[in-house]
């Protein structure tokens, strides 16, 4: 088997966004293991507009041209790491949209969760759990979440992720278990296509 390629989405575009750092440090952390390809995924590239087509991606192919190209991404990819901040107690719109614009391309693949805000966006986790079922995918029980002192201090006291090694057993910890299910899920996917063929 190849080595699963996971996409590590960076989920918010405004400027002077947290999520590129969370994302650095969880793409440095990931890479050194040397058991699954990684690849920072920006929404910033994927510029799409809030959905407006005739029906669900599962039915109609996009006609939205960034979202064509985030179809083709995801399908890429065995597996995802959302990085993600919380507004309002969601998942921020862009990554929901984002979501909304593909569906067989997520399908029975891995989504694993790093998450940042007051209290590491714990509260847009849960949701985007949910958010993945119905996208057929697995949601990992382990999740990163960066919050209180430890967001604060890099958002507004200039911290940085050198100051925060207590973070990085969450870390190994969430990736093992998305390591497991993408080796497994990926195996599995490949077992039917040999079937089907
Ligand atoms: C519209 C909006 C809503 C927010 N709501 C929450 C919230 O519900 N919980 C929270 O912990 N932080 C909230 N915050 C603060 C964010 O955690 C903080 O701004 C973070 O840096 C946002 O991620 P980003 O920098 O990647 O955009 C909110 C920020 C914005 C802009």
């Known amino acids: 088997m190849s080595k699963p390629r996971i996409g590590i989405v960076i989920s918010t575009t405004r400027e002077g966004r947290f999520g590129d750092k969370a994302a650095a440090w969880i793409h440095d952390i990931a890479a050194a293991r040397?058991?699954?390809?990684?690849?920072?995924?920006?929404?910033r590239d994927?510029?799409?507009?809030?959905?407006?087509?005739p029906a669900s991606p599962l039915y109609v192919p996009p006609k939205d041209e960034a979202a064509r190209?985030?179809?083709?991404?995801?399908d890429e990819l065995d597996g995802f790491i959302f990085v993600t901040a919380e507004y309002n107690r969601a998942?921020?719109?862009v990554l929901k949209n984002?979501?909304?614009?593909?569906?067989?391309?997520?399908n029975?693949?891995?989504?694993?969760?790093?998450g940042y805000g007051g209290v590491g966006a714990a509260r847009a986790i849960e949701q985007l759990r949910l958010i993945a079922v119905e996208l057929q995918m697995a949601p990992t029980r382990h999740g990163v979440h960066i919050g209180g002192a430890d967001f604060m201090g890099m958002f507004m006291q200039g911290k940085t992720f050198a100051d925060m090694a207590h973070l990085e057993p969450s870390a190994v910890t969430m990736?093992?278990?998305?390591?497991?299910?993408?080796h497994a899920l990926k195996a599995a996917r490949e077992e039917s296509v040999a079937q089907a063929a």
């Open 108 to 114: 029975r693949k891995p989504a694993a969760f790093v």
């Open 46 to 53: 994927y510029p799409m507009g809030f959905f407006d087509e």
């Open 91 to 93: 998942p921020p719109a």
């Open 175 to 182: 990736l093992d278990d998305l390591a497991w299910w993408t």
């Open 69 to 74: 190209r985030w179809g083709k991404k995801v």
């Open 98 to 106: 984002a979501l909304d614009y593909a569906y067989r391309e997520f």
């Open 34 to 43: 040397g058991d699954l390809e990684v690849e920072i995924v920006d929404l």
